[in-house]
T-cell receptor, first 110, second 113 residues
């Protein structure tokens, strides 16, 4: 089983600050996905990264896939209270299962 | 757009009872997955079905079973419930092996008392 380690597990910052969340593995992934989950709801897909070195932007969120396809990062610029939630990296997508990292619980304080 | 529908949203059962959770995937999605999420934990994979055949199995207790029917809906059956089974149970569906993403339902919150 390919394992994913996320860091930090908890992050609490002030509105307007920048932050980066990391997702690391000792295994090579064909692709990785990032999800955001709010309390009591299912995870919602944010992005899929496929190519080593790939950078994808989603408004204030920037996702990067490592050159060796073993790690990924999520950078949020000028965080807002609406960004609060559980951020999960996961992979690889298949018809069998999707393995999740432990998640980063992000709290943005007004 | 249609989403993954799970029912019921909330379920309260007593120890040793049986529960059945239902999942209706997005039309034309070919794979259904079940996950269990305890408080403060990441989703743990239970079982998946590809084109109505079981494709993978995770840490699913022998007391649990699941199947996917001809109309592609899936059911997770849980017997001899234990207090530790209390959790959020999510169903997800995908097309093409999930490379376009998995779509999760809103989950069933099971409370065993």
């Amino acid at each position: 089983t390919q394992l994913l380690e996320q860091s930090p597990q908890f992050l609490s910052i002030q509105e307007g600050e920048n932050l980066t969340v990391y997702c690391n593995s000792s295994s090579v992934f064909s692709s990785l996905q990032w999800y955001r989950q709010e309390p009591g709801e299912g995870p919602v897909l944010l992005v899929t990264v496929v190519t080593g070195g790939e950078v994808k932007k989603l408004k204030r969120l920037t996702f990067q896939f490592g050159d060796a396809r073993k790690d990924s990062s999520l950078h949020i610029t000028a965080a807002q209270p609406g960004d609060t939630g559980l951020y999960l990296c996961a992979g690889p997508p298949s018809t069998q299962k999707l393995v999740f990292g432990q998640g980063t619980r992000l709290t943005i304080n007004p | 757009a249609a989403g993954v529908i799970q029912s019921p949203r909330h379920l309260i059962k007593e120890k040793r009872e049986t529960a059945t959770l239902k999942c209706y995937p997005i039309p034309r999605h070919d794979t259904v997955y079940w996950y269990q999420q305890g408080p403060g934990q990441d989703p743990q994979f239970l079982i998946s079905f590809y084109e109505k055949m079981q494709s993978d199995k995770g840490s699913i207790p022998d007391r649990f079973s699941a199947q996917q029917f001809s109309d592609y809906h899936s059911e997770l059956n849980m017997s001899s419930l234990e207090l530790g089974d209390s959790a959020l149970y999510f169903c997800a569906s995908s097309l093409g092996g999930g490379r376009y993403g998995y779509t999760f339902g809103s989950g069933t919150r099971l409370t065993v008392v």
